[in-house]
């Protein structure tokens, strides 16, 4: 059921600033990760993924890194605009298509 | 790009009445569909997995007899909630995958754009 009280870790940016959302993963087994982000009332929507045998990969104003050694992920964004404004989740593959998500982190972006 | 369609966006009901959401792959077949469950402020939460022509596989704590699966195509999932009681407002989304061997180079998971339900 729901936690009372509880609430996502949130980072506030000025726009044009570069934005570093972490994440830490359980499952030293995943070999596939992917960032999503999502706005409010609406679905997840896929910003870029990364395979275990890799450890960085880039997209456009999107970087994301990986340390399998300490089980993290993070996705940079470069440039920060007032539409990146959203909720970012992680997420692993632990399993055939099974994705597990990890929490989230709100970013406020102000202009 | 692939697209996933779910629908309603939005429903409101009465507390003992049974609600069914449908996700529809609209370019693509899907074999396996699945069904989270998000509470505001919290992550997604899998409820089951869908296959094509064959039972839901539901995760731990949810119950198959509230949360009804009907997977009859390969581009049509749909979950019934049924006897909805007010604990069980939240936002409900699916997602879709294409389907075929193991491997996430070139499949990737399509989201529906979620079914907000409220039950008074």
């Known amino acids: 059921g729901e936690s009372v009280g509880l609430h996502l870790p949130t980072l506030s940016v000025q726009e044009g600033d570069n934005s570093i959302i972490n994440c830490a993963y359980s499952?030293?087994?995943?070999?596939?990760f992917i960032w999503y982000k999502q706005e409010s009332g609406k679905g997840p929507q896929f910003i870029i993924d990364?395979?275990?045998?890799?450890d960085k990969r880039q997209g456009q104003r999107v970087t994301v890194l990986l340390n399998k050694t300490v089980k993290h992920l993070s996705l940079q964004i470069a440039a920060t605009q007032p539409g990146d404004s959203a909720v970012y989740f992680c997420?692993?593959?632990?399993?055939?298509?099974?994705?597990?998500f990890g929490k989230g982190t709100m970013l406020l972006v102000s202009p | 790009g692939a697209v996933v369609s779910q629908h309603p966006s939005r429903v409101i009901c009465k507390s003992g009445t049974s609600v069914k959401i449908e996700c529809r792959s609209l370019?693509?077949?899907?074999?396996?569909m699945f069904w989270y469950r998000q509470f505001p402020k919290q992550s997604l939460m899998l409820m089951a997995t869908?296959?094509?022509?064959?039972?839901?596989?539901?995760e731990q704590g949810v119950e198959k007899d509230k949360f009804l699966i009907n997977h009859a195509s390969l581009t049509l999932s749909t979950l019934t909630v049924t006897s909805a009681h007010p604990e069980d407002s939240s936002f409900y989304i699916c997602?879709?995958?294409?389907?075929?061997?193991?491997?996430?180079?070139?499949?990737?998971?399509?989201f529906g754009s979620g079914t907000q339900l409220s039950v008074l």
């Open positions: 869908s296959n094509e022509g064959s039972k839901a596989t539901y």
């Open positions: 499952n030293s087994a995943s070999d596939y």
């Open positions: 370019d693509f077949q899907a074999t396996t």
């Open positions: 997420a692993e593959n632990s399993g055939y298509s099974t994705l597990t």
């Open positions: 990364i395979r275990s045998n890799m």
């Open positions: 997602s879709a995958h294409p389907g075929g061997v193991r491997g996430w180079a070139n499949e990737k998971l399509f």
